[in-house]
Nanobody, 124 residues
């Protein structure tokens, strides 16, 4: 699976962005999809994930209620809507895919495929 993330950018505190991640190469519906982020000098952090069907979503506690993950299997695309952005949300955001049969959700090291990352910068 090849993944490509889009639509990061510069936004003011309290603003919103919608990230997209387009997949190609294999059957998209066979994979759970996740978003992770990494700020300078910090480790990779789980943000959100969605099951292959889109029926189940998972969020890091600090993102619940502000971020929304969704997917459109007809378009082989997963989205991450970022609302009420804070300066501490500034990071490179990565999308990732893992075979749904693995049961993996939160552990970035177990994901099979990664996109190139898209920068989100929140200015105060």
């Amino acid at each position: 699976v090849q993944l490509q993330a889009f639509w990061g950018g510069l936004v003011q505190v309290g603003g919103s962005l919608r990230l997209s991640c387009a997949a190609s190469g294999r059957t998209f519906t066979g994979y759970n999809m996740g978003w992770f982020r990494q700020a300078p000098g910090k480790g990779r952090e789980f943000v959100a994930a969605i099951s292959w069907s889109g029926r189940t979503t998972y969020y890091a506690n600090s993102m619940k209620g502000r971020f929304t993950i969704s997917r459109d299997n007809a378009k082989d695309t997963v989205y991450l809507l970022l609302n009420s952005l804070r300066p501490e949300d500034s990071a490179v955001y990565y999308c990732a895919a893992v075979r749904s049969s693995s049961g993996t959700i939160y552990s970035w090291s177990l994901y099979d495929y990664w996109g190139q990352g898209t920068q989100v910068t929140v200015s105060s």
